[in-house]
């Protein structure tokens, strides 16, 4: 493989444009590599570098002038270059002594050329080689990535993979899935493994990146380098892989770990959604539990077995997510990519309720995901480890655009009372509709709602509607006025007048116009508690029955 395709100073002395070159000090930094060659004739340069070049040069910025080679000289080693070339003739006759002693104390290389060399040869050279190697470098990892997708298809793709990330990179290849024991590539000692699980395991307790899959993380251990890359997706870490190498890793080692990453998430990804599917399967009974069809605890205990007792114990919450997929069109899913949306989604939620210490049985009913969350930890306030989980899964599906709208029941105790807690998901999520602005209703937010919502006869509420509104809507309909949404706006502020026209996004001469007119319609006494209580639950009363009207 084309993982060393940069050169090493040693292996740059070798080549014929360096054949009556010599090295006058820093023999010990022969192996550093070489990223690029550039030619400085300047005193002041140290903002042109970036680290790994070869510098060439003929001494015109410091001639033989002691203490301004040695600026140019400390700007070099700052920058981490790799080696300095000076050219005898034009400008130096000679390197003196202190020259190559300060050269010597850092192990950096100083290559002499006693006489002039072309440097546009020299560039041309090992640009071309770099460059050359490079490319060769990217169609190994073509193939290697293409192998690593082919390998995961397979049994033992996991395996096959991390076999092939160890001859491509020559390290020590350790694989550390969460919920199963550690592959190590080539086989290690009880001892050595041990250490190595112990090195993650602090790591992972420092940094965190166990739990949120934090990215790549590199350390430097005793002349080892250690890269350690979490695997996962979906904001959930299901492994990690550690890459332990005798050398510096390139970013050839990177790209292998990457896609080696990469082509184990997809698996994963794969044998958990299989996995998903296969529980939604046992879960339809969910369905029959949620309208009462289940009502003996034996048929429960029949249908998930030993978990029974322990989960019967436990304080749960039903939630009701209604999913909605955008198309590029601007269209909604069709029918036939709802399933598949769910399992993702499913998925998703799954590992986000278990974060939060929830243990979720999930089933997909249309558009609808339904969640039994168990708690627990219910020492811990499951109201708010719940908003974690809902806000969680509402930024990773705006990301891939897809609009929620979730309804949460009352925490309740007992499979056989599920249904209650169903029934006021039901109503809160009917709510998000309503309040069109809120996209997740908790039952126990309901406020005057949850009493209209008991209001068996709509009727009822149309006539008291009808009662406290009625020249209000009148208005509106006749006239293309927003006065009931004015007056909405002003009860729901204490009547500020001055935060109503900000939230009308009206001047105040236009709010005194509009209010003037509501004393008209509805009487000089409608801020009095009484008439605006009844105002007020009129107005809930209007929003449950005409959802789509906009307030």
Same mark, same amino acid.
């Given at each position: ?5 940069? /050169? ?92 190559? !002693? ?103 307790? %420092? ?14 251990? %005793? ?22 190498? !005798? ?14 990453? /990469? ?24 369905? !029959? ?7 003996? %605890? ?12 322990? /989960? ?78 809902? %806000? ?83 208005? !509106? ?75």
């Amino acid at each position: 493989m084309h993982q060393n395709y940069q /050169l090493t100073v040693e292996e740059i002395l070798a080549r014929p444009s360096f054949q009556h070159a010599y090295i006058a000090a820093g023999k010990m930094g022969l192996g550093r590599l070489v990223r690029w060659v550039h030619i400085i004739e300047v005193i002041q340069f140290e903002q042109l570098l970036q680290g790994g070049e070869m510098i060439l040069t003929t001494g015109a910025a410091f001639k033989n002038d002691t203490k301004s080679f040695m600026t140019y000289l400390e700007q070099l080693i700052h920058r981490n270059v790799t080696c300095l070339c000076i050219e005898m003739g034009h400008y130096i006759s000679s390197v003196p002594q202190e020259w190559m !002693d300060a050269a010597e104390a850092h192990d950096f290389p100083l290559i002499i050329f006693p006489e002039a060399v072309r440097f546009i040869d020299i560039t041309q050279d090992i640009h071309a080689h770099i460059i050359n190697q490079h490319h060769k470098a990217l169609q190994d990892l073509e193939k290697i990535s293409r192998e690593f997708h082919r390998m995961t298809l397979s049994s033992q793709g996991v395996t096959h993979v991390l076999a092939l990330m160890q001859s491509s990179t020559k390290g020590q290849v350790i694989y550390v899935p969460i919920d199963a024991g550690p592959k190590f590539t080539p086989p290690l000692g009880k001892r050595e493994s041990a250490q190595w699980l112990a090195f993650l395991a602090s790591r992972s307790t %420092e940094s965190g990146y166990d739990e949120t899959g934090a990215g790549l993380y590199f350390e430097d251990i %005793e002349g080892q380098s250690v890269i350690v890359q979490p695997v996962g997706a979906m904001g959930k870490t299901w492994a990690h892989i550690m890459l332990v190498l !005798d050398r510096k890793p390139q970013e050839y080692d990177y790209l292998i770990l990457d896609s080696a990453s /990469l082509s184990i998430a997809q698996d994963l990804l794969r044998k958990r959604y299989m996995e998903e599917r296969k529980l939604y399967s046992q879960t339809l009974w969910v369905d !029959d539990l949620l309208h009462m069809r289940i009502y003996q %605890e034996e048929q429960i205990k029949d249908l998930i077995g030993g978990e029974f007792k322990r /989960l019967n114990a436990l304080t749960y919450q039903v939630l009701l997510i209604e999913f909605e997929q955008e198309q590029e069109d601007g269209m909604t899913a069709e029918e036939e990519g709802i399933e598949s949306a769910g399992l993702h989604l499913s998925l998703a939620a799954r590992s986000i309720f278990e974060g939060q210490l929830f243990h979720p049985i999930i089933t997909l009913k249309h558009n609808r995901l339904v969640v039994l969350a168990f708690d627990k930890a219910p020492k811990k306030p499951a109201k708010e480890r719940l908003q974690h989980v809902l %806000e969680s899964l509402q930024g990773m599906k705006d990301h891939a655009g897809t609009r929620l709208k979730i309804g949460i029941g009352q925490p309740i105790q007992s499979f056989l009372k599920a249904h209650r807690s169903y029934q006021e998901a039901l109503q809160a999520l009917s709510l998000t509709v309503t309040l069109q602005q809120k996209n997740v209703m908790f039952y126990d937010e309901l406020g005057v709602f949850e009493l209209l919502f008991h209001i068996a006869d709509k009727g009822v509420l149309a006539s008291f509607i009808r009662s406290y509104l009625g020249p209000i809507i009148d208005h !509106d309909t006749l006239k293309g006025s927003e006065l009931l949404r004015t007056l909405k706006v002003y009860l729901d502020h204490d009547g500020s007048k001055q935060i109503a026209a900000q939230q009308l996004f009206i001047v105040r001469q236009s709010l005194y116009y509009r209010l003037d007119k509501i004393e008209e319609l509805l009487g000089a006494d409608y801020m009095l508690p009484e008439k605006r209580l009844a105002l007020q639950v009129g107005i809930r009363a209007y929003q449950l029955l005409h959802p789509e009207k906009k307030l």
